[in-house]
């Protein structure tokens, strides 16, 4: 019979918990990074009859133009809300989405990109603000236009210029079809990227 040294099983024991303790930090790694990029909570259902979502950012913070040149969890971050119902269950209202900032600088500005499904979906109509003007940034959705209807939808914070210490709060709410934003015109596309510091902020 073949006899197993002492030294062989300390050599097993030590690979087998080296494993061990890597897989933990693979998991909580894991875990650590999918919260980085998404809002907190990560989802939430909107009802016709209410009651608002709430959640807030949290992405480090940063500067990035447009969804094209930002990264998850770094200075964008995605809230993903469902419109429950049909659109019928939504005549004479609209779904609002309203992005704010408790910044007393006024130096942070966030743009708001609401996708049909995930962040790869088409922009629904109606779904981006990147506001010039006085805060907050407000997407108004309408389930009742075919291309924008009931289910599923990703809304997308770009991190215009804003400081992880001052994070954003979304909210979604069901507001009568007739409410308006109360919003200044939003500045024209070139001179938001031609002198982002020039820009007015939430």
Avoid at 21 to 41: D, E, M, N
Avoid at 175 to 198: E, F, H, N, W
């Amino acid at each position: 019979m073949k006899k197993i040294s002492t030294s062989s099983m300390t050599a097993r024991a030590t690979i087998g918990a080296l494993f061990f303790v890597t897989g933990i930090f693979l998991i909580v790694f894991g875990l650590f990074t999918a919260r980085l990029h998404s809002a907190q909570p990560s989802s939430g259902t909107l009802n016709p009859g209410g009651p608002q979502v709430n959640w807030v950012g949290t992405a480090a913070g940063g500067g990035s133009l447009d969804e094209s040149t930002c990264v998850d969890g770094v200075n964008c971050d995605t809230f993903v809300v469902t419109l429950s119902g049909t659109p019928t269950n939504w005549t004479g209202l609209k779904a609002r989405i309203v992005i704010s900032c408790a910044d007393p600088s006024g130096t942070s500005d966030y743009d708001v990109y609401v996708h049909k499904g995930d962040n790869s979906g088409p922009i629904v109509p109606g779904g981006e603000s990147a506001h010039g003007g006085t805060p907050p940034e407000i997407v108004d959705l309408d389930p009742s236009n075919p291309d924008v209807g009931t289910g599923q939808f990703s809304v997308h914070i770009v991190y215009f210029s804003a400081f992880a210490g001052f994070q954003y709060s979304g909210s979604a709410s069901a507001v009568s079809a007739s409410a308006g934003t109360a919003l200044a015109p939003s500045a024209p596309a070139g001179y938001r990227q031609q002198s982002g510091t020039d820009r007015a902020h939430c």
